[in-house]
């Protein structure tokens, strides 16, 4: 069974400041997807990423994806507080290198970005 | 591009009630799926159709819960009889093709109180 970890959990951050969240996975996949979601509101895409090595950028918002340690990362330039949010990340469940589309989510990380 | 519709925005039952949620996937997305929202959680697949047909509903409570999409467009998820526990956002997204790669799009969800 697939099992999706992200660290941390919280995150406080000062408006300014860099941080990174992490998104551990337990079975083979190269597909995973970064989703953030507002308070009441439903999920946003972000980013996809579809191969080892894979890295995108929007904005103050980079992701990157490594199969063989089975790790995403979502790092933070210079936070703002627009970027207060829950931060989902989600692995596509592979069977023999076929994808088919079903993910497993994070428990999410919940962004407070402060003056 | 409209986006997932989805029907209605609240709704709160009894427990033992029955309750069905609507939802209308973005125009030309084969791909549907159900997940389960607990707060403080992230989704948890509930049921992936392609077209009309299930490719997934390995964690959808069959004793109660229930989905159609019967001409292959838009869907619905029921829950007969609800429980305490089934107290959740249900979300609805849809992709172009299953397995692509694209991103998954959500609706806003249909949040459900059971009393």
């Known amino acids: 069974e697939l099992k999706v970890e992200q660290n941390p959990l919280f995150l406080s951050m000062q408006e300014g400041k860099n941080y990174t969240i992490y998104c551990n996975y337990s079975?083979?996949?190269?597909?995973l997807y970064w989703y953030r979601q507002d308070p009441g509101k439903s999920l946003e895409s972000l980013f996809v990423l579809l191969s080892n090595g894979a890295v995108k950028q929007e904005g103050r918002l980079m992701a990157s994806l490594d199969t063989k340690a089975r790790l995403s990362t979502l790092h933070i330039t210079a936070a703002v507080h627009d970027l207060s949010a829950t931060y989902f990340c989600a692995v596509d469940n592979q069977l023999a290198g076929t994808s088919y589309g079903k993910l497993t989510f994070g428990q999410g990380t919940i962004l407070t970005v402060h003056p | 591009e409209a986006g997932v519709a989805q029907s209605p925005r609240y709704k709160i039952i009894e427990k033992r009630q029955s309750v069905a949620f609507w939802c209308n996937p973005i125009s030309g997305h084969a791909t549907l799926y159900w997940y389960q929202q607990i707060l403080g959680q992230g989704p948890k697949l509930l049921i992936q159709f392609q077209n009309n047909g299930v490719v997934d509903d390995s964690q959808l409570p069959k004793d109660r819960f229930s989905a159609e999409r019967l001409k292959g467009v838009d869907s619905t998820l029921k829950i007969q009889p609800a429980k305490l526990e089934d107290s959740a956002v249900y979300l609805c997204?849809?992709?172009?093709?299953?397995?692509?790669?694209?991103?998954?799009?959500f609706g806003d969800g249909t949040r459900l109180s059971i009393l």
């Open positions: 079975t083979t996949s190269d597909r």
């Open positions: 997204a849809s992709s172009s093709i299953q397995g692509s790669g694209q991103p998954q799009h």
